[in-house]
């Protein structure tokens, strides 16, 4: 048990719609990243916070956002969602004293768009 | 985009045999090459990490082996077992800069018995 926190584990929608993922970081970590996982694109990177900050951006799309709360937890919006939306989302936390970077990942939330 | 350029797709291996998963890098400024492993159903987690003052670290029957002037390193599971099965992630990135961390596309190692 990594200590990271994901809700929902599946979430089935339709095209067009929004919907709000939930992350909570292991106890003590302010950085939160959030990855997006595909089967033909690995792991990709889409935003991290830290302690309620947006700190890096990667490959996120304008129809999506993300926050972090003052305790922490951290949510993404995905919304006017397309087909190709549908992926596993990952939150990782990671203590952002820690040299080794080792993130810790959540068990994924699982989208599916129809 | 800095790419982390992963090797094979899938691998099968009979039990007790090694698995060797090769990646390769762009970046010269990195300086950090994790690898994580996933299990079906679950977030990836940190195997074993490496960087380039080393050119080999071992860990139990999990093993990196870094090449700095080719930019390529290596994970050799040896003696690999059923428990073993999962999707293999490499990485790299700067110390320090966690969001910087650069997946490869992974591969999925089955070990058959």
Known sequence: ?114 | QQQVKQSPQSLIVQKGGISIINCAYENTAFDYFPWYQQFPGKGPALLIAIRPDVSEKKEGRFTISFNKSAKQFSLHIMDSQPGDSATYFCAASLTGTASKLTFGTGTRLQVTL
């Open chain 1, 1 to 114: 048990d990594s200590g990271v926190t994901q809700t929902p584990k599946h979430l089935i929608t339709a095209t067009g719609q929004r919907v709000t993922l939930r992350c909570s970081p292991r106890s003590g970590d302010l950085s939160v990243y959030w990855y997006q996982q595909s089967l033909d694109q690995g792991l990709q990177f889409l935003i991290q916070y830290y302690n309620g900050e947006e700190r890096a951006k990667g490959n996120i799309l304008e129809r999506f956002s993300a926050q972090q709360f003052p305790d922490l937890h951290s949510e993404l919006n995905l919304s006017s969602l397309e087909l190709g939306d549908s992926a596993l989302y990952f939150c990782a936390s990671s203590s952002w004293t820690d040299s080794t970077g080792e993130l810790f990942f959540g068990e994924g939330s699982r989208l599916t768009v129809l």
